[in-house]
């Protein structure tokens, strides 16, 4: 069983910057960050195969969104940049089983583990 804590969220400046933490306990080979705002589908940001860091970004964050981990630490970070209030959302990390066979992607229906959630609002 995986189990996720995000931190790191709070009210920013528009064009501020902010890095998410998720700490992962378990073992999974995908780790994902996703946002979902008021009146929006869940909307994934960014994934991480932990085991090769292989990384990757979703079009509409590539630029100002990275992802990045921190083995040592069990964690995985999104850092964000050039904030703007769009961005506005509750943040989320999740976790795929390694026996789903390796899948990784943007679908939050690809995962099985989630946190609790972190509230991100840029004004």
């Known amino acids: 069983h995986v189990q996720l804590v995000e931190s790191g969220g709070g009210s920013v400046q528009a064009g501020g910057t902010v890095t998410l933490t998720c700490t992962v306990s378990?073992?999974?080979?995908?780790v994902g960050w996703f946002r979902q705002a008021p009146g929006k589908e869940r909307e994934g940001l960014a994934h991480?195969?932990?085991?090769?860091?292989?990384?990757f970004h979703a079009d509409s964050v590539r630029g100002r969104f990275t992802i990045f981990q921190d083995i040592a630490k069990n964690s995985v970070y999104l850092r964000m940049t050039n904030l703007k209030p769009e961005d506005t959302a509750m943040y989320y990390c999740?976790?795929?089983?390694?026996?789903?066979?390796?899948?990784?992607?943007?679908?939050?229906?690809?995962?099985?583990?989630w946190g609790q959630g972190t509230q991100v609002t840029v004004s």
């Open positions: 999740a976790a795929i089983a390694p026996t789903r066979g390796g899948i990784c992607g943007y679908r939050a229906t690809f995962f099985d583990y």
């Open positions: 378990g073992r999974s080979d995908c």
């Open positions: 991480v195969y932990p085991a090769t860091n292989s990384i």
